[in-house]
C-alpha cells in the first residue's frame, strides 16, 4: 500500500560546489517523514528563526531547477587546445580519482612510456608566473599563466629550459636549499604557445610521468578534457558492480552489515543490469562501482558525470568539472571511504550524507543552485510500496553513455521476504553472563553480533546525541555492551555534535583530539591498546593504542598525543607513527618540536599508532667518487644512496653536500633513495674534500668524508 500523499512540497536552497548535486524528486512532509532522529527540523538543520522563512509552497509536482552554471566552471572550453606533450596521449589517471588523505586527483597523468625528458610544451601564450622545487609531491613544477585566464600546472619535470633553469638553480645557490618556491613578476619570463617549457620526469611521487592541471584564475582546479583538452574516446564507461547502503537508525541485512554488493551483468554495448529484482524495506542509498576507460586496456579512471533516476525521478547527479581545493574531503563522500580502503576507488555514491553538514553544503556552493531533501530513498519523503526501477548512467566527458538498471521491490517493516530487517532489541536476552559475542565499527554505527548455540542475532546502533540517548530495550542492550567493553579496556564515546571533544585513555597516555565538525556525520569512537611490536631497530617507546573504525569519511585531520613514559628516551628520538597491519610497516607522523614528554601527529583515519624509538642514523652507500683516487672532470656529479629505517627525511635541511665547504645542489629521488648532486662552478686542480651530511626527521645524523683529487686529463 502506498504512503500518503503530501499537500505540499518543502523546497530548500543549499548553496552548492563542484558539479550539480540534484535530490530526489519527491515530496517531503514532516509528518510522513520516517522515524529517524536525523530528520531534523528547518529551524534545527539551518538555524533559521522561523520555519516559514525556510521554505516555499510550490505544487506537488516538484521541478529541480538548477541555476545557469558559470561560464568558467560548467561550459566546455570553446577552443581545442594542443597537449603539452607531442606524443601520443595516453592517460595513466583521470580527473576527480580518489586519492587517500581528503582529496581528488586535480588534474592529469600522462603517461610517458617510463621515460624522462620527453619535451613539455606551452599550450597557450603566457607567462611563467611560479615554480615550485620539492622532493615530494610535484616535484618539480611550473606554474604558467595563460593569457586565457586560467593557469596551467606541470608536475614531476626533471628540468626546465633556459633561462627557466639558470633562474631556478641560481636562486637554489643563494638560498643553499633545493626547496624553492619562487613567484616571479607578470610577464617577467613570457612565453608563446607551442614554446618549449620543460622536460618530463618523475621528481616528487610516482614514476615517469607528466601531471598536468588547468585551473581558472582563481586557482579552481578544472577538468581539462572539458576545458580544450580533447581525445579520441569511444568507449563508454564500465559498471563493475552495485551498492546498497542501508540508512536508516536500525536496519541491518541478514549478515550483519549495513552493506551489500550485487554482481552486475553487461547485455549490451554500453548496458548493464542485475538480474531480478531484491526485497527491501528499509531506506538506503545505492552505490556504483563503475570506471571510465580512453581506449581498450586502457588505465581506469573516474566517471566524469553520473545520475540516478528511480521510476524516472532524477534522484542525483554528480558532474567532476570543478574541485575548489577547500572542498577536497567531500571525496570520502562522493566515493564510499571504506571500499577505497579496501583497495577499489572506483565506488561511487549517489546519495548526500545521513547528517546535515556544512561542507558538503560547501561543496554544493561554487556553481549556485537548488535542491532538496537528502537523496536516500524512504528516508527524504515516505517510501512507495512495490516494485520500482533504478536507472544508474554513467557518461564521460566525451558523451559516451552506460546505462545500469537495477528492480527492487520495497515492502512494509517487518515483512518476511525482505533481504532486511530492524532489529528487534526487545529480543535481547541478557540472562547469561556474556552472550555478546563480537562488535564491530562501520563508517555509520555500531553493530553487535549476540551469539546462542548457532544461532547469531544482530544489532545497529547510530551514534546519538546525549539528549536522545537510547532508552528502553536499545538503551538496556547499548549499556551492557558499553559496559563490557570498559571491562576490557576499551573506550567506546559518540561523538560528532558541537564542539571538538578530547578522548583520553590509559590515564593520560594517549589522548585523540577531535576537532569540532571533524566527521561528515556523528560517530563512535573506540580507543584500546592492542599488543604489537615495534620496527626493525625502532622499539615502541610507549604502549600502541587503536583507535576505530580505521576508514571513515572526515571533513580534515584530527591530531593524536601520546605521552612518554618517565625515563624513556629523550624528545626528538621518539616519534608518533602509525602501524600498516597489511605491510607490518610503521610509518613516522610525528610533527613535533620543542622539549615536550609529548610526541603528537595528525591522522585522517584510525589504526594503530604508538611512539616509537628511532636512533638509527641514516645510511649512505654506494657513493661514486672513491678516496684517494683522482679524476679529470673538474664538476664531477656527487651520486649516492641513501635510506632511513623509519622518521625518513624532511624536504629541507635533510641532506648537506659541500666540497671544500661548497654547497652542492642535492636531487633526491625519496622513493628510490638516489640523490645526485651538482657543483655550480667547477674545481680547481688539485686535492679536494667531499662531505656529506644527512639528518633524519628525528634527528639522526650521518655523516662521510673523502678526500679525492681533480687532475689535468693527460693528451693523447
Not at 564507461?237 to 536500525?250: N, S, Y
Not at 541485512?253 to 554495448?269: C, E, I, N, Q
Amino acid at each position: 500500500m502506498a504512503a500518503a500523499k503530501p499537500t505540499q512540497n518543502l523546497k530548500y536552497n543549499f548553496p552548492i560546489s563542484f558539479g550539480k548535486f540534484i535530490t530526489p524528486q519527491k515530496p517531503i512532509h514532516k509528518k510522513n517523514w520516517p522515524d529517524n532522529r536525523y530528520l531534523h527540523t528547518i529551524r534545527e538543520l539551518f538555524g533559521m528563526d522561523t520555519v516559514a522563512s525556510a521554505m516555499i509552497a510550490v505544487s506537488t509536482k516538484l521541478l529541480i531547477r538548477l541555476i545557469p552554471l558559470l561560464a568558467a566552471g560548467a561550459m566546455a572550453y570553446p577552443q581545442t587546445l594542443p597537449w603539452p606533450l607531442k606524443t601520443d596521449i595516453d592517460l595513466s589517471s583521470g580527473y576527480g580519482d580518489y586519492r587517500s588523505g581528503g582529496r581528488f586527483h586535480a588534474g592529469l597523468d600522462l603517461r610517458t612510456g617510463g621515460q624522462i625528458g620527453e619535451k613539455v610544451y606551452s599550450p597557450v601564450d603566457g607567462y611563467v608566473w611560479r615554480i615550485r622545487m620539492s622532493y615530494g609531491g610535484y616535484g618539480k613544477g611550473l606554474y604558467l599563466k595563460g593569457r586565457d585566464g586560467h593557469i596551467y600546472v606541470f608536475g614531476h619535470l626533471s628540468r626546465f629550459n633556459e633561462p627557466l633553469q639558470s633562474t631556478v638553480i641560481r636562486e637554489q645557490f643563494r638560498q643553499e636549499r633545493y626547496s624553492v618556491d619562487l613567484q616571479l613578476p607578470a610577464d617577467s619570463i613570457p612565453v608563446k604557445l607551442g614554446q618549449l617549457l620543460a622536460f618530463s620526469g618523475q621528481t616528487g611521487a610516482g614514476g615517469p610521468h607528466l601531471h598536468i592541471e588547468e585551473r581558472t584564475q582563481d586557482n579552481v582546479p578544472l577538468n581539462p578534457l572539458n576545458h580544450g583538452f580533447r581525445l579520441e574516446d569511444n568507449i563508454p564507461p564500465t559498471f563493475e558492480r552495485l551498492g546498497v547502503h542501508l540508512l536508516d537508525d536500525r536496519s541491518l541485512f541478514a549478515d550483519g552489515h549495513r552493506k551489500m554488493y550485487l554482481p552486475v551483468s553487461k547485455v549490451g554495448t554500453g548496458k548493464y543490469q542485475v538480474t531480478g529484482s531484491i526485497t527491501l524495506n528499509a531506506p538506503f542509498g545505492l552505490q556504483a562501482g563503475c570506471a571510465d576507460q580512453m581506449r581498450a586496456g586502457g588505465r581506469k579512471q573516474a566517471v566524469f558525470k553520473l545520475s540516478l533516476h528511480i521510476d524516472d525521478s532524477l534522484y542525483y547527479e554528480s558532474t567532476l568539472d570543478s574541485l575548489p581545493y577547500e572542498i577536497g574531503s567531500v571525496v570520502d563522500l562522493v566515493y564510499d571511504r571504506t571500499e577505497a580502503a579496501n583497495g577499489d576507488q572506483r565506488v561511487r555514491r549517489t546519495y548526500r550524507p545521513v547528517a546535515p553538514n556544512q561542507v558538503w553544503d560547501q561543496a554544493l556552493a561554487s556553481y549556485g543552485g537548488e535542491v532538496s531533501g537528502r537523496c536516500a530513498y524512504g528516508l527524504d519523503a515516505p517510501p512507495v510500496i512495490g516494485e520500482h526501477r533504478a536507472e544508474i548512467t554513467a557518461e564521460d566527458v566525451f558523451g559516451n553513455r552506460s546505462v545500469l538498471v537495477f528492480r527492487f521491490n520495497y515492502v512494509e517493516a517487518g515483512a518476511s521476504r525482505s533481504l532486511t530487517h530492524q532489529c528487534d532489541y526487545a529480543a535481547y536476552d541478557d540472562s547469561s553472563e556474556n552472550n555478546i559475542s563480537d562488535w564491530r565499527l562501520e563508517e555509520d554505527g555500531l553493530v553487535i553480533r549476540e551469539k546462542t548455540g548457532k544461532n547469531s542475532r544482530y544489532y545497529f546502533f547510530r551514534p546519538q546525541p546525549p539528549a536522545q540517548a537510547y532508552q528502553g530495550d536499545a538503551g538496556r542492550l547499548l549499556r551492557r555492551h558499553i559496559a563490557g567493553l570498559t571491562e576490557q579496556g576499551i573506550d567506546l564515546q559518540a561523538v560528532g555534535w558541537g564542539r571538538g571533544r578530547h578522548i583520553s585513555v590509559d590515564s593520560g597516555a594517549f589522548t585523540l583530539i577531535l576537532p569540532p565538525g571533524v566527521f561528515f556525520d556523528p560517530q563512535f569512537v573506540a580507543v584500546s591498546t592492542v599488543a604489537v611490536q615495534g620496527g626493525p631497530g625502532a622499539p615502541l617507546a610507549s604502549k600502541a593504542y587503536r583507535v576505530q573504525p580505521e576508514a571513515v569519511a572526515m571533513r580534515e585531520k584530527f591530531r593524536l598525543s601520546v605521552k612518554l613514559p618517565a625515563g624513556g628516551p629523550r624528545v626528538g628520538k621518539a616519534g608518533l607513527c602509525c602501524y600498516d597491519q597489511e605491510t607490518r610497516v610503521w610509518e613516522w607522523i610525528g610533527d613535533d618540536s620543542g622539549d615536550s614528554d609529548l610526541v603528537s601527529g595528525s591522522s585522517s583515519g584510525g589504526g594503530v599508532f604508538a611512539a616509537l624509538i628511532d636512533t638509527t642514523p641514516p645510511t649512505i652507500t654506494g657513493l661514486n667518487l672513491r678516496p684517494g683516487h683522482k679524476y679529470p672532470d673538474r664538476k664531477p656529479e656527487v651520486k649516492f644512496r641513501l635510506r632511513d629505517n623509519l622518521s625518513s627525511f624532511n624536504d629541507t635541511g635533510s641532506i648537506d653536500v659541500r666540497i671544500d665547504g661548497r654547497w652542492l645542489l642535492p636531487e633526491f629521488d625519496m622513493e628510490e633513495g638516489r640523490v645526485v648532486a651538482t657543483l655550480r662552478e667547477p674545481l680547481d686542480f688539485g686535492p679536494h674534500e667531499l662531505k656529506i651530511t644527512a639528518k633524519d626527521r628525528a634527528g639522526n645524523r650521518s655523516e662521510k668524508t673523502i678526500a679525492f683529487e681533480i687532475v689535468r686529463q693527460k693528451k693523447k
